[in-house]
């Protein structure tokens, strides 16, 4: 029976759907029993953790389904796609996608930010407000600084700046955020060399995707 499995071999299936970014059928796995549970990591506690971002999803625009709570997320590296529910897109306005990820606001003021996972359902809120209606679906990083997640939005007023705040911060402070800062954000490169190599990547500033197709601009 799958709930005799050993803890260690749950954890392994859990780390190989991981390594894989198939975060979805993490969660399936999870839910098959409590041991699954007990043996695997809880996406919930650690929103912040890197083994649980959405790296190789991006979700779709499809006006025709924000009436039902639901979007459709594109793997861009096996080209699955996966319907998902989401009941929380109700009761918060959205403002952008950073990857996989939804970054929403309250729609009561002040329009607080939320970074949510559509995966797992787990969430980081933030004290400050949306700075602007000018970044409504403007390219969004979220990136981890020391102890705490950073949530950067690149459409602040001035060239080669960025609104950033942790979770704890009352306000948006517009940052220096030229192309290095982006490359290190968005792959983790911190070495020169690694630098060189991936500045390519990320020349054109913003991508779109829009009913399965996506371009540059």
Sequence with gaps: ????????????????????????????????CSGWRTGSDDPKTSPADPRFRLRRWVMLDDESMSDQGE?????????????VELPRLHNYCFVTSTGGLLVLASRRPPQVAHVINPFTRASISFAAPIPDSSVRNTVAYVHQVGPSPTLTLDD?????????????????AIVEHGLPDKVCAIWGVSSTDGLHRSITAVLPSKMYFHQGCYCWN
Excluded: K
């Design 71 to 83: 979007r459709f997320f594109l793997n861009t590296a096996t080209g699955r796609l996966v319907r």
């Design 156 to 172: 602040a007023p001035l060239l080669g700046t960025a609104y950033s705040a942790m979770p704890d911060a009352e306000n948006f």
């Design 1 to 32: 029976m799958a709930s005799s499995l050993p803890a260690d071999l749950v954890r392994c299936i859990g780390n190989c759907l991981l390594a894989t970014d198939d975060l979805d059928y993490y969660m399936s796995m999870r839910a098959v």
